[in-house]
């Protein structure tokens, strides 16, 4: 009996020991983990600290001591770039350009989204995988062809050939998030109203897209965010009127035009008029983004 007991009670002590290498590895993963995103922290968050800290500046405070803090607040370099560089209005523009593509992309994908999610019909896979197959193609593959077919169209140099633009390359990605988000809804909500009477459009505008609202509220944002930074379609599609450019347009002009005698407290104030409303978007919708993100899963 004493020989059979000894494994027993020496097997605890086998466990207990294995298990401390593994907690050690779980601790330092843990640690290169937080160490590596408070680095990614802030190399994302001093430039934009500096670029801040910068506007305030004259152009000499940047040139003598660039990471130094202002003597006073030159307000004044906001509104040299506001006025004096347009910026003003370049950022209504873009103000009102993004807002209806972004609102054009939303009404067009969750449409198509809802019905890939919720219907069954001949060709619904290879409708979907057409969509999703823009995926594939960048926005360099197609400037040529898309530039004919908007001046052929009559929208060439015009805010409306612009939010066109934006919205079909918005739709492969809109129609992707939102198809899957829509299949994680519950099923017995929609049986329900339909039920009670409710038609195919009201069940979708009165329960569907209110219970999509996490997921509707994140590719809105990130449709808002690659919109606003859009670059190269602007500078092809809107040329000459410069009283229709979009903020990078303006932003741009503004940084070549100052060649080597430049601004660079005005530029600094452009750049953080321009940074300013995707901050304030992504501080806003912080916490719907994570949850339209984290509700299929958790589904």
């Known amino acids: 009996m004493t020989t059979l007991d000894q494994p027993t ?23 290169l983990s937080h160490g590596f995103l408070l680095l990614w922290g802030l190399l994302t968050v001093l430039p ?13 405070e940047i040139l003598a001591d660039p990471w130094g803090l202002p003597g ?8 040299r770039a506001w006025t004096g560089a347009h910026i003003g209005r370049y950022f209504v523009n873009s ?4 807002t209806g593509s972004v609102s054009l992309t939303m009404l067009m994908g969750a449409t198509a989204a809802y019905v890939f999610a919720r219907y069954e019909f001949r060709g619904r896979q290879v409708v979907y995988y057409l969509f999703v197959g823009g995926l594939m193609f960048p926005v360099f593959l197609a400037l040529v062809p898309l530039f004919f077919v908007v001046r052929n169209a009559g929208l060439f140099n015009t805010w409306l050939g612009l939010i ?25 909500v929609a049986e329900a109203a339909m039920v009670d009477g409710c038609g195919h459009f009201r069940l979708f505008f009165r329960v569907m897209l209110p219970m999509a609202r996490p997921g509707l509220i994140s590719v809105a944002i990130f449709n808002f965010l690659s919109h ?12 000459g009127d410069e009283s229709k ?15 080597y ?9 452009g750049l953080s008029i321009a940074v300013l409303p995707v901050l304030a978007v992504y501080v806003a919708f912080q916490r719907q983004v994570q949850a339209g993100l984290t509700a299929g899963q958790l589904k």
């Open 245 to 259: 450019w979009m903020l990078a347009q303006g932003l741009f002009a503004l940084s070549v035009s100052q060649g």
């Open 261 to 269: 005698a430049g601004d660079y407290a005005r530029l600094f104030a």
């Open 228 to 239: 606003w930074n859009q670059f190269l379609l602007p500078q092809v599609l809107l040329q």
């Open 164 to 188: 066109l633009v934006y919205a079909a390359y918005s739709l492969p990605f809109t129609v992707f998030f939102l198809t899957a988000f829509f299949r994680t809804l519950p099923t017995s």
């Open 72 to 79: 006073t607040l030159h307000l004044d370099n906001w509104a």
């Open 48 to 60: 934009l600290l500096w670029m801040f800290i910068s506007s305030f500046k004259t152009n000499g």
């Open 95 to 98: 103000l009102v350009v993004v």
């Open 9 to 31: 009670a020496t097997a605890p002590t086998l466990v207990t020991s294995g298990d401390r290498p593994v907690r050690r590895e779980l601790g330092v993963a843990n640690a």
